[in-house]
């Protein structure tokens, strides 16, 4: 990471997801998406981690999100390998929740999930850095868009699980971290977003 700023494979990356993220926005904002990705290269930037984990952390969507205009999850694939390497592309991919199983079944939103925690035990580093820093940003915004209401209702009715299946996501999401053996710096302020989701629910 520059010194004075954010490296030129960085500002690709800002780039490449601006272009597959375009008009798409925060659920239940009018809030750009990019500033999610965004706000994870922050994240992730300072805690010192390297070029190709930011990377990863702002394309961390883009496979997930953006199969639409064309693009299909191949493309995606291949564009992000060819861009930005095999590292961040298997990054990238260790934070993608599938839409199928290894047997190619389709896979149900809770499976999705299951899915998402049983690839965090052979995620690398990397990929276990990624899923952390995504968790504290989407934590701290439910967290922060929560104190700004009188309707936490509308806040809760944005995911599809409701307020108890969203606190117990996040929950889980720490516990699967620590249970593989994650004990990198940032869990501490994932654990604390996590509670205090848990508070305010």
Not at 85 to 103: F, K, N
Not at 138 to 167: C, M, P, Q, Y
């Amino acid at each position: 990471m520059s010194v004075t700023g954010y490296s030129d494979v960085v500002n690709h990356a800002f780039a490449f997801a601006a272009k597959h993220h375009d008009r798409q926005v925060r659920k239940g904002t009018k809030l750009p998406y990019l500033t999610h990705p965004a706000n994870v290269a922050v994240i992730l930037t300072r805690y010192g981690q390297d070029d190709e984990t930011v990377v990863a952390g702002i394309l961390h969507d883009v496979v997930e999100d953006c199969v639409r205009d064309g693009y299909t999850q191949e493309m995606l694939e291949q564009r992000i390998g060819e861009k930005f390497g095999d590292d961040v592309l298997d990054t990238v991919l260790a934070v993608t929740h599938r839409l199928q199983s290894d047997d190619g079944d389709p896979l149900s939103g809770e499976d999705k999930k299951a899915d998402y925690l049983d690839r965090l035990a052979v995620a690398g580093e990397r990929a276990r850095w990624v899923c952390a820093a995504d968790k504290i940003h989407n934590a701290s915004s439910i967290l922060a868009d929560l104190k700004r209401t009188v309707d936490s209702h509308s806040i809760w009715n944005r995911f599809g699980g409701g307020r108890e299946r969203t606190v117990r996501w996040y929950r889980a999401v720490y516990d699967r971290l620590a249970e593989v053996g994650f004990k990198a710096p940032i869990m501490t302020e994932l654990e604390r977003v996590s509670r205090e989701l848990e508070q305010m629910a």
